[in-house]
């Protein structure tokens, strides 16, 4: 599958908040870029969950 890119824009304060993490917290990450769609995709997992929970 090959992957598509789009920028987004995000306030300051989180570039600052996420530049931070890649520097200083030792987890892995390498780039802003890896941050955001792990959070992402973290979100949708928990969207979905979330839907399936209010549906029953």
């Not at 390498?30 to 769609?37: L, N």
């Not at 792990?38 to 209010?54: D, P, S």
């Amino acid at each position: 599958m090959v992957s598509k890119y789009t920028n987004v824009a995000l306030p300051e304060e989180l570039i600052r908040e996420i530049d931070k993490v890649v520097k200083e917290s030792g987890l892995g990450y390498t780039s802003r870029g890896e941050i955001v769609k792990e959070a992402v995709r973290r979100f949708l997992k928990e969207l979905a969950e979330y839907k399936q929970i209010k549906r029953r």
